[in-house]
């Protein structure tokens, strides 16, 4: 069985401590960071956004160490020029059109391209790149994968706040990222050379420049041989960060068993599945995705265990089973949209909240 590689990219907020805005001195992060981590720390478009990346991990086990060593390298490095990190796909109360933007010739380029839509898109995502064997093999999966991308991104919601506005929405991070072009669920593609003829077409027509501006919910990588689940929110925890990415990780290699047993799992049009992405989006885990195989709604608890038995026969054998079945733990604390709504309906108070991820963001690292 080839090696399931792991690599995951959190991306972070700067908070200052007192008034508990964005700041945009991430950049002095960056390069204290860029001492010690060299590529594994990086800059975004937004001053304000630090994004930390590990290297190749051969297991969940490793991901752990090095997530968990990343955050606590940006926390220190982020109390040493007194800001404060925060782990969520929004910030609750600073506005877009506050923030510095990064002086790089690349984001100078997008926003001359994209105006106000770039400018806006101030979010903050979890990447999770999980090894494959080869790009043809990677499209069969990606075709199957993109029928659980709702469900997992349910588990990751944790941007119910923008601009100061209780939106009503669990993940409001990807309806404002929607305003991008070559952004959702990817379509079928019958083969990786189609795959590769759509965006040779695009590089063609100067619509991009390379494959790395298809900004999918999921992609096979233009560079490396991974599929990318680009979906989720990233999340407050460590603990769920893992979480998520063992859930991906054994998803890939349940298909990829699946198909080496000339076992097909049932594709599903977009169409429809962006429709559970939008209950995702709105309702995390307390509403009810549709079952498209019975055709009826069900409640997205129960689709939860459903995912864990399709999983169950290749947690142990990647030794994930821990991590896996913290998704329960999900379910019974809430996802980070969930908390962060009790703390606002307890306190009427959006600063509240934002003390609130920042602790959440150092839970079980200090």
């Known amino acids: 069985m080839p090696v399931f590689t792991l690599g995951i990219e959190e991306e972070f907020q700067t908070i200052d401590p007192v008034t508990r805005e964005l700041r945009s001195h991430m950049s002095k992060i960056v390069e204290g960071g860029q001492i010690q981590l060299q590529e594994r720390v990086k800059a975004e478009m937004h001053q304000a956004v630090v994004e930390v990346g590990t290297n190749i991990c051969t297991n969940i086990h490793e991901a752990r160490e090095e997530v968990t060593y990343l955050r606590k390298m940006v926390l220190d490095l982020a109390d040493k020029q007194n800001l404060?990190?925060?782990?969520?796909?929004?910030?609750?109360?600073?506005?877009?059109?506050?923030?510095?933007?990064?002086?790089?010739e690349r984001y100078d380029k997008l926003i001359d391209e994209m105006r106000d839509v770039a400018r806006s898109n101030l979010i903050f995502g979890l990447h999770v790149h999980v090894g494959i064997e080869n790009r043809n093999e990677g499209l069969h999966i990606m075709n199957a994968l993109r029928y659980f991308l709702p469900h997992v991104y349910a588990l990751s919601t944790n941007s119910p706040f923008w601009c100061g506005r209780n939106t009503g929405f669990k993940s409001y991070r990807s309806k404002v990222f929607d305003k991008f072009p070559r952004t959702g669920i990817p379509d079928y593609f019958s083969s990786a050379a189609e795959y590769d003829d759509y965006i040779n077409l695009l590089v063609k027509t100067n619509c991009i420049?390379?494959?790395?501006?298809?900004?999918?919910?999921?992609?096979?990588?233009?560079?490396?041989?991974?599929?990318?689940?680009?979906i989720c929110d990233v999340p407050m925890r460590v603990d769920e960060t893992i979480c998520l990415a063992a859930v991906m990780q054994a998803l890939v290699v349940k298909i990829h068993k699946l198909h080496k047993?000339?076992?097909?799992?049932?594709?599903?049009?977009?169409l429809l599945i962006n429709e559970n992405k939008w209950r995702a989006a709105r309702y995390g885990i307390e509403g009810k995705l549709i079952d498209f195989g019975k055709q009826e709604e069900v409640p997205y608890h129960t689709l939860a265990q459903e995912l864990l038995d399709f999983i169950d026969d290749v947690v142990d054998e990647?030794?994930?089973?821990?991590?896996?079945?913290?998704?329960?733990?999900?379910?019974?604390?809430?996802?980070?949209?969930?908390?962060?709504?009790?703390?606002?309906?307890?306190?009427?108070?959006?600063?509240?909240?934002?003390?609130?991820?920042?602790?959440?963001?150092?839970?079980?690292?200090r």
Not at 209 to 230: C, M, S, Y
Request: aromatic content about 10%; cysteine-free.
């Open 261 to 270: 047993q000339n076992l097909n799992f049932r594709p599903y049009r977009r």
């Open 209 to 230: 420049d390379n494959g790395k501006k298809i900004w999918w919910d999921i992609r096979l990588h233009p560079f490396f041989d991974t599929i990318e689940f680009r």
């Open 84 to 104: 404060r990190i925060a782990a969520a796909g929004t910030h609750p109360i600073s506005d877009w059109q506050d923030q510095l933007i990064t002086d790089n």
């Open 318 to 365: 990647l030794g994930s089973r821990k991590d896996v079945e913290y998704v329960k733990t999900i379910l019974e604390m809430g996802t980070g949209a969930d908390r962060q709504l009790a703390v606002f309906r307890q306190t009427n108070d959006l600063k509240r909240v934002v003390d609130y991820i920042v602790e959440e963001t150092s839970h079980g690292l």
